[in-house]
C-alpha cells in the first residue's frame, strides 16, 4: 500500500501537467483548424424579426445589413426538393397542418402574412407590403445560386441520408465547401455529414457538446481530436430570459440548468482551448444589446441573431469606442 498511494499521487500529478500543458499548447498535439471565413454577424433564418422567416427577401436584407453569415435550415419535399424550412409541419408559418414531407414542392402553400417567432415568445413577424410572391419557400440550390460567396451555416432538420447526399451534391455544384458549415443536434446525421463530405465545416452535435463538456471538468479535453470546426451553442442568459416571458419565475430544476449551462457550456477555458484549435464559437439566438454585450465579453467568434440591424448597429458602436 505504502508503494501504490505515492506512484497513484504522482502519475495523477504527470497527468494534470500534461493536461494543463496541451490545454494551453494544444498545437502540439492536434493541427490547428484552417477556416477559410470571419463571421462577427450571423442571421438567423435570415433574420426573423425583419423578415419572413428562410426566404429569399429575407436573406437579401440581411446581406444589405452587412451580415456576414447566412444560418438556414433545409428538409426535403415528397419529391425529394431541398427547401429551407424549419419546422417538420406547415402549421406555424404556412397554416396547413401537413408535414413538409408529404408535399411536392410546386404544391407548397405561400408563408403566412404574420408569422410567430418561435425564438421569441409573444412576438410575431407581419409585413403587408410583401408580395405574396416574396412569402416563397426556396429550394437551397436559389439560395446558393443568389448568394454564391457568402458563407452558410446549414442546419439539417432531418435524419436522412438522401438530403445530406443532396445537400452536398449542391456544395460542391456551387463550389462552395469551403464557406458552408452544416450539422445538426442530432449526432448521427452529423456522423453522416463528416462521411458523405468531410471537406466540409461541421458543427458540434448536442451529444458532442456534452461529451466536450465532460473532457474540460475532467481535464481530457487536450487529448480528444476533433473533427467538428464550430461550437455552436445557445446564450443561457437568452434562454432565461425567453423563458421567463413564459413564466412568472423559474422552477428549481430550471435554475440549476442554467446554472450547469452558464457555468459548463460557456466555461471561459473551454471556449479560449477551442478557439487555440481554429474552432470558431458562435451562440445564439442573441436580439438585445444586453445579449451582444455578453457574447463579446465572452470572446466568441460570432454572435447570431435575428435582429440583423441591431446587431449590425452594436457591431459598429462598439468598434467605433474601441
Request: neutral net charge; proline residues 6%; aromatic residues 10%.
Amino acid at each position: 500500500m505504502a508503494v501504490v498511494i505515492p506512484t497513484a499521487l504522482g502519475a495523477l500529478i504527470s497527468y494534470a501537467a500534461a493536461s494543463a500543458f496541451f490545454w494551453h499548447f494544444p498545437h502540439f498535439l492536434h493541427k490547428r483548424k484552417k477556416i477559410a471565413f470571419a463571421c462577427a454577424h450571423i442571421s438567423h433564418r435570415g433574420g426573423s424579426a425583419e423578415g419572413y422567416e428562410n426566404t429569399l427577401k429575407a436573406f437579401r436584407n440581411a446581406v444589405k445589413k452587412g451580415t456576414n453569415m447566412l444560418e438556414l435550415d433545409v428538409r426535403m419535399t415528397r419529391d425529394r426538393q431541398v427547401v429551407v424550412f424549419h419546422d417538420p409541419t406547415l402549421t406555424r408559418v404556412a397554416g396547413r397542418d401537413l408535414p413538409v414531407a408529404e408535399v411536392d414542392y410546386d404544391a407548397l402553400p405561400k408563408l403566412k402574412p404574420t408569422i410567430p417567432i418561435d425564438t421569441i415568445p409573444g412576438e410575431t413577424f407581419s409585413d403587408l407590403s410583401w408580395p405574396e410572391e416574396e412569402r416563397k419557400i426556396p429550394l437551397l440550390r436559389e439560395v446558393f445560386k443568389e448568394f454564391p460567396s457568402v458563407p452558410i451555416n446549414i442546419d439539417i432538420k432531418e435524419n436522412d441520408i438522401q438530403l445530406i447526399q443532396e445537400v452536398s451534391k449542391l456544395i460542391h455544384e456551387y463550389q462552395r465547401a469551403d464557406i458552408t458549415v452544416w450539422g445538426s443536434f442530432n449526432s448521427e446525421v452529423c456522423n453522416q455529414c463528416y462521411d458523405v463530405n468531410p471537406n466540409v465545416c461541421l458543427f458540434f452535435s448536442a451529444k458532442r457538446v456534452l461529451v466536450l463538456m465532460i473532457c474540460a471538468v475532467t481535464g481530457l479535453l487536450p487529448f480528444i481530436p476533433m473533427k467538428e470546426t464550430h461550437y455552436e451553442v445557445f446564450l443561457p442568459l437568452s434562454l432565461k430570459k425567453r423563458r421567463l416571458k413564459q413564466v412568472i419565475d423559474l422552477s428549481l430544476s430550471e435554475k440549476c440548468l442554467l446554472w450547469a449551462c452558464e457555468t459548463f457550456l460557456l466555461w471561459k477555458p473551454l471556449l479560449n482551448h477551442l478557439k487555440k484549435r481554429g474552432i470558431h464559437v458562435y451562440l445564439w439566438v442573441c436580439n438585445d444589446s444586453e445579449e451582444f454585450s455578453e457574447c463579446q465579453k465572452l470572446g466568441v467568434t460570432g454572435i447570431m441573431t435575428d435582429h440583423p440591424t441591431l446587431l449590425r448597429d452594436f457591431l459598429n458602436t462598439s468598434k467605433s469606442t474601441e
